[in-house]
């Protein structure tokens, strides 16, 4: 988590070194209790009390969310997916709309593109997370899980153990999964919120969550784009390119987010539902493309897939762009990406066709 506020800190460059020429002026707004990570959003209006009540009502939607999506805990008066994973086996449990559409959204996803992405991967993933928990707290403690531990945890991982039933708005397992929404959670929820924003009169915004970017219209100074930056897999603290977007998200995935050491290796969070290893092909993949949501989505996917089926699985988004970045550091971008890249001549400045 620490690399990613990193990354955060490097987008922010590009938020606020831009002079204002309109007499909307620029706001920010921060906070940090929601999706374990620091999200920020700017955006231009002339009036500040219009922003920031706008703000506040952004970061109650990401309150809410985050409860409806923490797996840890529990909440008074709400099911979640902490909820369901304690309950639903033993008994189906009636759920929010908020919460069984996006159960039925992401199901859907998975079997129409199965192979990297799986949120019924639960019980693999806590056996990471509690590894690297405990690696965190006590170095000396820092190890792997071993094999037998894994696949024993991979027993019960499929999401066609999730059963939806839509004239009762239940959720019931019919083995003992564990739901994990964190590849897509984060964008989905940022999604959200960013279509909040646009159906208000805050739509020149930029909403960076935790590396999660969203933004809306273009900022309103001489600028025709926003300056997003992505961070250099091998020093997080400098830039590896520059992209110019808007009405639009970009996300990265990289094996320098989250991790913990282990005899001097990085472990990273990113887990291969083949090898239930951390995948190991690339060191970030970035995806550009209109939903977050589905950038979130497809940025996990394509950084566990080889280069060729991360290809094959793109051709199914034809308004979407990647660019993978390799252990040596050296990068390819689909055409659709290069378009926004600093590094092949886009600006911020120039209206593109």
């Known amino acids: 988590m620490k690399k990613i506020i990193a990354t955060c800190c490097i987008l922010c460059m590009f938020f606020i070194i831009h002079p204002v020429y309109a007499i909307a002026q620029k706001w920010r707004y921060e906070f940090f209790d929601t999706f374990d990570t620091l999200i920020t959003i700017i955006a231009y209006h ?19 969310y985050h409860k409806y999506f923490d797996i840890h805990n529990e909440y008074d008066g709400l099911v979640n997916l902490a909820t369901l994973n304690r309950l639903a086996y033993s008994e189906a449990q009636k759920v929010d709309e908020v919460l069984f559409t996006f159960l039925k959204y992401i199901k859907q996803l998975q079997e129409k593109y199965p192979g990297a992405v799986n949120i019924a991967l639960g019980n693999v993933l806590k056996v990471w997370h509690d590894y690297r928990e405990q690696a965190l707290s006590d170095a000396a403690f820092a190890k792997l899980p071993s094999a037998e531990e894994l696949h024993i945890a991979a027993t019960y991982t499929s999401i066609d153990n999730m059963i939806l039933d839509e004239q009762t708005q239940t959720v019931s397992f019919d083995a003992p999964i564990r739901l994990d929404a964190g590849a897509i959670a984060k964008g989905y929820t940022t999604e959200l919120v960013a279509q909040y924003l646009e159906n208000s009169n805050l739509t020149s915004f930029i909403i960076n969550a935790g590396g999660n970017i969203r933004t809306g219209g273009k900022p309103l100074d001489e600028r025709a784009y926003w300056g997003v930056g992505i961070a250099d897999p091998t020093n997080p603290n400098q830039l590896y ?17 989250r991790f913990y050491v282990v005899d001097g290796v990085h472990v990273h969070h990113i887990i291969d539902p083949v090898t239930l290893y951390p995948a190991n092909r690339f060191r970030s993949v970035s995806i550009f493309t209109k939903d977050s949501g589905i950038a979130d989505f497809l940025s996990t996917a394509l950084f566990i897939l080889s280069y060729e089926e991360g290809m ?15 252990a040596d550091g050296k990068s390819i971008s689909s055409p659709l990406f290069e378009t926004i890249q600093k590094s092949k001549e886009a600006s911020s400045l120039t209206e593109r066709p």
Do not use: C, N
Request: negative net charge; hydrophobic residues 35%; glycine residues 4%.
């Open 241 to 257: 390119d520059t992209v110019y977007i808007r009405e639009s998200s970009l996300v990265t995935s990289g094996d320098y987010q």
């Open 312 to 326: 094959a699985l793109l051709e199914h988004f034809p308004d979407s762009g990647a660019m993978w970045i390799d």
């Open 46 to 64: 002339e009036s500040e009390s219009v922003f920031t009540e706008h703000a506040k009502e952004v970061h109650k939607l990401y309150q809410l």
